[in-house]
Each structure stands twice: as structure tokens, then as C-alpha cells.
């Protein structure tokens, strides 16, 4: 395999720049001349890799919320059938989506939401794919469970995944990881109930 272009390669640095300065400023606050400043590049640099700071802004909340379906996708692929929706589910409370380097600049992301429709509209395409990653994974698992008890667990569990992670930030004690999983292990059993795969 080739090596990374170097403007793929630039891109990536100024993207990650631009990542810091939305978890420090907002989506609002972040501008080429602070991303120019945290990224070591000129402002004529990054027009020329990420285009005009609208250019600049859906690139960054592409590259920040695409991982994350795309992460799951990988989990979903790489787990042994049957075990698909229990392996994703494990993702979802695992260490990927534990308060991280990104957690400002998505907390930044989504009080942006409730203004901008380019950052709604993002999250919300991105968040359903994961939904529907997960659903389609359980129906896989569980071929005689509903449809629709399929999608409600996915949900409800895309759900837990985000409040958990919320709480963590808040240092909520990390022994609450064993009242996540054990929720997790009733969502799927009530599922497995139905006669598919059991848990």
C-alpha cells in the first residue's frame, strides 16, 4: 500500500486542528485564523486543503461523525454471526466511546445543532446510520424477534450509549459500567425470548 498523499495528510492535520478549536470556541467561535494559529498553517494553507471556513466546518463534523458509523460497521463485520448485535452493543459502552479527545467538539457539535441545520443535518444522518447498523444486526441475530423490537432495542440502546457516556464525563463512578451491561444482557435476553440466538 501507498503512502498517504501529502495533502491527505495535511487535510488530516488541519482537520485536527479544527476539531480542537471547536471543543475550545464552539463551531460559532472557530475561525481559519485560530485554526490557522492551532495548526501551524497559513490561512492561504488550509483554503487551499479544506476550501473557506463553510468548507472547513463540513468537512470537520463529516470527519467527526462518519468515524463512528464507519466504526461500527467494522465491529458489526468482524463479529461472529449471531453475535453481531452483543459485539456492537459492546462498542457502544466499551472504551471507543468513553469520554475522549473528541468529546468537546461533539458536546460543541450539538449545542450547534439546535441553530444550525448543516450540523443537524450531520448528526442526524450519521446517528440513524449507526440505528440502522445496529438494527440490522440484531434482526440478523434474532430472526424471530419483530422488526420493530429490533429497531426499539437499537434505539434504546443508542440511547444508554449516550447517556453513559454524558454521565462519565460528569465522573459518574465507572462501576456503573456493570448497570449498563446488565440492561444490555435484559434488552438482548427479551430478544433472544423470541427464539433466535441466545445471549
Not at 459492546?90 to 441553530?115: H, M, V
Request: glycine residues 10%; aromatic residues 8%; hydrophobic residues 40%.
Amino acid at each position: 500500500m501507498g503512502r498517504p498523499s501529502l495533502a491527505s495528510q495535511r487535510r488530516e492535520q488541519i482537520l485536527a486542528a479544527v476539531t480542537m478549536c471547536v471543543g475550545e470556541y464552539g463551531v460559532e467561535g472557530t475561525t481559519l485564523e485560530r485554526v490557522a494559529e492551532a495548526s501551524g498553517f497559513s490561512r492561504g494553507h488550509i483554503r487551499h486543503y479544506v476550501g473557506n471556513r463553510e468548507e472547513m466546518l463540513e468537512q470537520f463534523m463529516h470527519r467527526l461523525t462518519a468515524r463512528y458509523v464507519e466504526r461500527m460497521r467494522e465491529v458489526g463485520a468482524a463479529a461472529a454471526p449471531g453475535r453481531r448485535g452483543e459485539q456492537l452493543a459492546r462498542f457502544l459502552f466499551g472504551k471507543e466511546w468513553a469520554p475522549g479527545d473528541d468529546s468537546s467538539a461533539i458536546n460543541a457539535l450539538l449545542w450547534a445543532a439546535a441553530r444550525d441545520e448543516s450540523a443537524r443535518g450531520h448528526l442526524r444522518a450519521n446517528y440513524l446510520a449507526m440505528e440502522r447498523t445496529l438494527t440490522r444486526a440484531l434482526r440478523e441475530d434474532y430472526p424471530d424477534a419483530p422488526s420493530a423490537e429490533c429497531a426499539g432495542t437499537a434505539y434504546t440502546l443508542l440511547c444508554l450509549a449516550f447517556a453513559h457516556s454524558t454521565l462519565l464525563e460528569l465522573s459518574f463512578p465507572q462501576a456503573r459500567q456493570r448497570t449498563v451491561d446488565a440492561m444490555t444482557a435484559t434488552l438482548l435476553g427479551r430478544l433472544a425470548g423470541y427464539g433466535g440466538t441466545a445471549i
